[in-house]
């Protein structure tokens, strides 16, 4: 079961980046930070209501970090989402993996230093350089387009994804519903953009324009909502298979996102981005693998 919600938060999260490139084009990127968490409020705090779920948590100083680290990511991949192929954000926002094993490897050396011997962590380096070989030829078509500080902020969004994920993990582990960390989250996102818009101002509003809005903010709530069910029970279900196969299964977003790409945008990628896309994603996957080996009980990421 925990498969399906993430290969259908996977879909709906492709479906919102849509929406985000239609919506770009007329509103900024804190405008839609904004929005994404207004709408995504007044939607969770119906749902709660509706499946009887209490909004008050003993743990808000945790929603409070998830939430500070999240927007960040999510104003980062927003922009990437404006000025990238729909399937090169996605991809880009999906290293956290990769960032979380860059994570382990340095704290490994950190041991090292002090004369302590952690495991061996020659494999995930590995998949580290090769996945960064994969960003080098996925982003190689976009420098020569000027696009090359749009990618440099995809990666930074996969780094923050990668800090919020692992809080969610934890969030999750102290018994907290889905529910309730979705909508902390919608909150964080509301107060985040508006401080962003008293810097970045108003966009001129056009009803037209602004119909992109509402399914931006539905589809980002019920992505979020069904990953973070997926994760919440694998996490409670002590399986580490299942667990693996959750993380592994959010990959298929980028597939969604390159047919989206093709269907509707009529963008094409080339031969070495999907190369890179395959590089990345191939080494994403075994990342998340020779993590869990090495430590069972880790936290895995979620988009």
Known sequence: MQALWMIA??????????????????????????????IGIVFMACYARATGVSLRTPVLSMHAWRSA????????WFYALAHLPLPTAMT?????????????VGGSMMLARSGKKGPSQGPLVLTILASFAGVVMLLRPAIGQNQGFAGLIGLLSGLG????????????????PETRTVFYFALGSALAGLVGMTVTGL?????????????????????QLCMTKAYTLSSRSHNHHATLVVANLQ????????????????EFISLLGWAGMG??????????????RAAPNAPAEEH
Request: proline share 2%; glycine share 6%.
């Open 9 to 38: 938060s996977s879909f709906l999260f492709a479906s919102m980046g849509v929406c985000v490139k239609f919506a770009s084009a007329n509103f900024n990127s804190a405008e839609l930070v904004f929005y994404r968490g207004a």
């Open 161 to 176: 994804a990668a800090f919020a994920y692992m809080q969610v993990m934890a969030i999750a582990k102290m018994g907290e």
């Open 69 to 76: 680290v999240g927007v960040v990511a999510l104003s980062c």
């Open 92 to 104: 880009l926002n999906y290293m956290s993996s990769i960032w979380i094993a860059a994570f382990l």
């Open 251 to 266: 990959y298929s977003g980028i597939v969604f996102a390159a047919l989206y790409s093709m269907i509707v945008f009529g």
């Open 279 to 292: 590089l990345i994603i191939s080494s994403a996957i075994a990342a998340t693998v020779l993590r869990a």
């Open 203 to 223: 966009s001129p509003w056009n009803w037209q324009h602004a119909v992109w809005l509402l399914p931006l903010g539905i589809l980002a709530s019920l992505g």
